[in-house]
């Protein structure tokens, strides 16, 4: 007999083993939501034919290319256009613009939707706040030669501005024209082209938000500032971090588009940027391996700049994007 009633079983035979549930093995799940599944097919092409394929090409930063020649390279050439790049003073200079206008776009553009989603969030009237959602995301879907298109008519010598300065007795100013004014004009259009749609971000995951919580703080006799700083914010939290480790991914990259539409040589000094650079050296001028490498090292950084931002932002909030 064995303890408090229990039998045990006879010789020979061992006691029955609860059933464990079987594993899902791909395969079973792949039969059982192949729908699903089948819904990522054509955005895994894509990635792969327009994004890890071209990759590939990145052995011509090792390698000689000439235009008509080998796809590959004709002859290995080791570092030698990385020692190139390393030892230009022009491409310090650019690199150095680089981090500065990424920084400040950064500084800008990561916090202002933040601050708005928590403005539209305390509106009580729907229809101002579907208003002022709207005229502040429209911006968003314009094309970037629409929205390069506006600034210089609005800042060029005879453009809106300029005649609003001479209404109040000041001389024009050639915006476009001064190395000063283009970080400036940048990164306000930045932040007009992008506020509206981070805050559309914020706003959804606000809604996640157990309400109870403020229900508690508001008995504990917590004001609206406390209950934004302890209920409100440490819920987004996971939001913020995502997108502020996407936007340090992208640092490097600032926006070629807009700035290649934007910017002449009389801009240079404070505008000209690692991709603008590398359009230029790279595709008019021809130097495709210069180019290349110039790329990679950029690529490099950018991919430094994420796995550094994810590690930090899990020692000190606990969370990041993997």
């Not at 709207?134 to 008519?153: C, E, K, R, T």
């Not at 300029?162 to 109040?168: E, K, S």
Request: charged share 15%.
């Amino acid at each position: 007999m064995g303890i408090a009633g229990t039998v045990d079983p006879p010789p020979g035979r061992e006691r029955a083993r609860p059933l464990r549930p079987r594993r899902k093995t791909w395969r079973r799940a792949l039969r059982r939501d192949w729908q699903l599944y089948s819904l990522a097919v054509l955005p895994v092409v894509f990635f792969v034919v327009f994004r890890y394929l071209p990759m590939i090409g990145n052995v011509i930063a090792f390698r000689r290319y000439v235009p008509g020649g080998s796809l590959f390279g004709e002859k290995w050439v080791g570092l030698r256009y990385f020692r190139m790049f390393m030892g230009d003073p022009e491409f310090w200079h650019v690199f150095g613009n680089t981090m500065i206008l990424g920084g400040v776009t950064l500084l800008f553009t990561f916090p202002l939707p933040i601050v708005l989603a928590l403005l539209l969030n305390e509106v009580r009237s729907a229809k101002l706040k579907r208003f002022v959602q709207s005229v502040s995301y429209l911006p968003h879907f314009l094309s970037i030669v629409v929205v390069a298109g506006l600034i210089m008519q609005l800042l060029s010598v005879n453009g809106a501005v300029n005649q609003g300065l001479r209404a109040v007795g000041h001389a024009p100013i050639p915006f476009l024209q001064q190395p000063e004014w283009f970080r400036t004009i940048y990164v306000s259009s930045e932040v007009w082209q992008g506020l509206g749609w981070g805050t559309i971000l914020y706003l959804a995951a606000l809604t996640t938000i157990d309400h109870q919580l403020y229900e508690q703080a508001r008995i504990d006799g917590a004001n609206r500032w406390r209950q934004t700083w302890h209920v409100t914010l440490p819920g987004i939290r996971p939001m913020m971090v995502t997108l502020l480790v996407l936007n340090i991914g992208t640092f490097m990259a600032v926006g070629f588009e807009k700035i290649l539409l934007l910017y002449n040589p009389l801009t240079y000094s404070t505008a000209d940027v690692i991709p603008t650079y590398l359009y230029r050296v790279g595709v008019v001028s021809g130097s495709f391996s210069y180019g290349a490498a110039i790329g990679l090292f950029e690529s490099v950084i950018g991919l430094i700049l994420v796995v550094a931002a994810n590690q930090i932002s899990r020692r000190a909030v606990g969370t990041g994007l993997w």
